[in-house]
């Protein structure tokens, strides 16, 4: 910021600042909830279609700042749109999620490993560039990509699944292909990353949504070691960009990746402690989260919201979910929400 820019409260919780009240934004703010976004969503059915035009995404990132004053804007996009554009078409089934063509890994990785995605992603860019143009100045805008093992899961399995059986086995019949492609991605997220950055983002996060199924042998090969890569490359060209890592069930890992990856933020998922999070955690990085968004949905949200409030809100902390909002949840509990978190005093 210059001197002259208003500060952005999210910014300052993320460099450890202590913000009161603290920045409030949620995950999937931009989406299935507002009539608005369902509005545009109708004229281009095609989700991945939908990520790829500009107008589109730069007025489905815009609609939750403009209804709910949210503190930072998550541009629209997908975790998923790297292995579209390597060639494992994604496609979209009504009830069913997202569903990934089969591919043969010799031919896909070695085809994917020369493949340059800048201009695939220019679309995405523009978006970004739009966005920072016409987002007030105190708000910050959240550029995002998945992890490397949460991307793979998708792709390997091609699909979301119920378990993660298909690739364990995978990683275990073919290891080096599994050991090529955690590379390929760690390579491509890296890149989308640092795009989004130069586009305008302020913030980065990075999704790991199913770190909790790699068994705890493998998690510095296939989790951390990975983050490590992308989190080094990010610091040596964009240092004062800050970085949120959202890694669902593996929560208590984070205070050594704390110490390890110095000024990484932490995601926390409803399953987390909040006073586990004070005490081990918030010493050591700024926390994001945690209300539990089935309780969200359902009205029944105001006194975890003042715990989480009491026992976080004093220290360097941003207000989310412990995952995504979702479809079904009211507006007006959105309403509620901010209301309360804006106006809670601390005794």
Not at 143 to 170: C, E, H
Not at 328 to 347: A, C, M, S
Request: proline share 7%.
């Amino acid at each position: 910021m210059t001197n002259n820019q208003p500060e952005q409260k999210l910014i300052q919780a993320l460099k450890g600042t202590p913000q009161t009240p603290p920045p409030i934004w949620l995950m999937r703010q931009a989406g299935r909830y507002l009539p608005e976004y369902l509005a545009i969503r109708e004229k281009l059915p095609n989700f991945m279609e939908f990520c790829f035009t500009s107008e589109a995404v730069v007025k489905a990132t815009l609609q939750p700042i403009e209804r709910f004053g949210f503190d930072a804007a998550i541009i629209f996009s997908d975790i998923l749109t790297i292995p579209h554009l390597l060639g494992q078409t994604v496609s979209f089934a009504p009830g069913h999620g997202p569903i990934l063509e089969k591919v043969d890994w010799d031919s896909f990785l070695k085809n994917s490993m020369t493949k340059d995605l800048t201009f695939d992603y220019q679309p995405l860019y523009q978006s970004i560039a739009t966005v920072r143009k016409e987002l007030p100045l105190d708000k910050s805008l959240i550029g995002f990509a998945g992890s490397p093992w949460t991307i793979a899961t998708y792709m390997v399995q091609r699909g979301k699944a119920q378990n993660f059986d298909t690739i364990l086995k995978f990683s275990k019949e073919r290891p080096e292909t599994f050991k090529q492609l955690l590379d390929l991605l760690t390579e491509k997220v890296t890149h989308l990353l640092l795009g989004q950055i130069k586009a305008g983002c302020d913030v980065v996060q990075i999704f790991d949504s199913w770190a909790s199924a790699v068994p705890e042998e493998h998690q510095e090969e296939w989790l951390w070691n990975p983050l490590e890569k992308i989190y080094q490359s990010l610091k040596e060209i964009y240092p004062e960009v800050p970085i949120i890592y959202y890694g669902r069930g593996v929560s208590k890992h984070y205070p050594m990746l704390a110490k390890k990856l110095k000024s990484v933020s932490f995601g926390l998922d409803q399953s987390v402690d909040p006073v586990w999070a004070k005490e081990e955690l918030q010493p050591l990085a700024t926390v994001q989260g945690n209300l539990d968004p089935e309780k969200f949905a359902a009205g029944e949200f105001d006194q975890d919201v003042s715990e989480i409030l009491k026992t976080l809100g004093q220290k360097p902390f941003i207000f989310n979910l412990g995952h995504g909002i979702l479809p079904h949840t009211p507006i007006k509990y959105v309403h509620q929400l901010i209301e309360q978190v804006r106006n809670y005093r601390y005794t």
